[in-house]
Structure formats: structure tokens, C-alpha cells
């Protein structure tokens, strides 16, 4: 399945503005990078593929449609899914891509 080019839009205008942005096409989806470290993605399996706090993982699991980022059938704190329906709407989204986007900045640029 490719990345929802219409949610890579709406994540594209909620970044706009941002520093140090880049795009890259990774995981079967279009990241979105500031300083160098992932931020959000347009998944390619549908919704969001979000970088967080790690410490904050567990919290974020309670929001509707969120989910467990696994790579290789492990979790991996710090990443999470978010499920394409529940980010519909746009205040949702930029909440989710404020949540991403604030993380990337925290970490040193690579």
C-alpha cells in the first residue's frame, strides 16, 4: 500500500514553517524530518508513523487509535501508529504532528 498522498498534504501544512525540514521518502511512507530526526510520516500502511518521547509512549497509547510501533514483533518506545481514521480531523492531526514535531526538535540536529 503507498502513503496517503492527501495526509502527506495536511502533515506538509502543519510542518510548514518549520526549520531545518526535510522530506524523505522511508518505510514505505514520506517522513517528515527536522534536524535530522524523524518526526511524523504519512505511513505506508496507512495513518501516521509518529516519533515521541519515549517516556511518554505509554501515556500516548490511551489516545484513540494510537498503537504500538513494532519492528521485527517487538514495540519500540518513543514510536507509535496512529490509525488513519482517527486523525480525520484536522485538529486531531495537528495535535499529533505538534506531539512528533516537538520531540524531532528536542534532539541535537544530526
Not at 492531526?93 to 541535537?108: I, K
Request: charged share 30%.
Amino acid at each position: 500500500m503507498a502513503y496517503d498522498e492527501d495526509l502527506a498534504d495536511r502533515i506538509r501544512a502543519e510542518v510548514a514553517g518549520e526549520k531545518n525540514l526535510t522530506e524523505m521518502k522511508m518505510f514505505g511512507g514520506l517522513a517528515f524530518l527536522i534536524g535530522g530526526h524523524m518526526a511524523v510520516a504519512a505511513s505506508g500502511q496507512g495513518g501516521l508513523m509518529l516519533r515521541c518521547d519515549p517516556g511518554e509512549t505509554e501515556t500516548l497509547l490511551a489516545e484513540p487509535g494510537a498503537r504500538e510501533f513494532e519492528m521485527r514483533g517487538k514495540g519500540m518506545a518513543g514510536w507509535l501508529r496512529v490509525d488513519a481514521d482517527a486523525v480525520e480531523d484536522d485538529d486531531v492531526l495537528a495535535t499529533w504532528v505538534a506531539r512528533g514535531a516537538a520531540y524531532a526538535r528536542s534532539l541535537p540536529p544530526k
